[in-house]
């Protein structure tokens, strides 16, 4: 069946780094955007970054920009979040999400994973 | 603050008909689509309506949606307890060059 795991949360001292990965199944990973989106605990949904099916477009929230590294290994069906200089606004459980069609700038996210958590605290 | 402007809560009793509404502007929700999610206690958000008013396979015909300049609503009509969730609305910000959600309206059925 169509899934997306993420995998790579953990707790991280502030400055600290963390890298996420997303393994998909059942879909042609390689014809998708993909996207992470995270939840702060008890807060809404926020969007933080997308990148194409083919990695050539790659989006990023004001939040993360310049902090945060969207990238896809299209060979292992693999999405990553390199996650850098990390603060405790960033402690949230991080979901990848796959786009519902082929262009990165939509916001139709038909297929989630489960979700994994970051904690960035001392 | 989000950039989608939802209010906070909404409740009604079952069989009832309720409205969410999703303000937003011409960046987001004036230019590109709209989408609805719906997310459950502890679960994944799960997509509702897509392109303003689209239902995905397995979403019932009891939740429409519909966009308006550059404001949106969810309707949900024949409300049941099994409704009571969390609600988002979602859309591509062309200023932003990213995507925004509202902030959450919390659906409480009576």
């Known amino acids: 069946q169509v899934q997306l795991v993420e995998s790579g949360g953990g707790v991280v001292q502030p400055g600290g780094s963390l890298r996420l990965s997303c393994a998909a199944s059942?879909?042609?990973?390689?014809?998708?955007?993909i996207h992470w989106v995270r939840q702060a605990p008890g807060k809404g949904l926020e969007w933080v970054a997308v990148?194409?099916?083919?990695?050539?477009?790659?989006y990023y929230a004001d939040s993360v920009k310049g902090r945060f590294t969207i990238s896809r290994d299209n060979s292992k069906n693999t999405l990553y979040l390199q996650m850098n200089s990390l603060r405790a606004e960033d402690t949230a459980v991080y979901y990848c999400?796959?786009?519902?069609?082929?262009?990165?700038?939509?916001?139709?996210?038909?297929?989630w994973g489960q979700g994994t958590t970051v904690t960035v605290s001392s | 603050q989000s950039v989608l402007t939802q209010p906070p809560s909404a409740s009604g009793t079952p069989g009832q008909r309720v409205t969410i509404s999703c303000s937003g502007r011409?960046?987001?929700?004036?230019?590109?689509?709209v989408y609805w999610y719906q997310q459950l206690p502890g679960t994944a958000p799960k997509l509702l309506i897509s392109?303003?008013?689209q239902r995905p396979s397995g979403v019932p015909d009891r939740f429409s949606g519909s966009k308006s300049g550059s404001s949106a609503s969810l309707a949900i009509s024949g409300l049941r307890s099994e409704d009571e969730a969390d609600y988002y609305c979602?859309?591509?910000?062309?200023?932003?060059?990213?995507?925004?959600f509202g902030g959450g309206t919390k659906l409480t059925v009576i």
């Open positions: 999400a796959k786009a519902e069609r082929v262009a990165a700038r939509v916001l139709g996210l038909d297929v």
């Open positions: 059942g879909f042609t990973f390689s014809s998708y955007g």
């Open positions: 990148i194409s099916y083919d990695a050539n477009d790659k």
């Open positions: 011409t960046s987001n929700i004036g230019s590109n689509y």
């Open positions: 392109k303003n008013n």
């Open positions: 979602a859309a591509w910000d062309d200023r932003l060059s990213g995507g925004v």
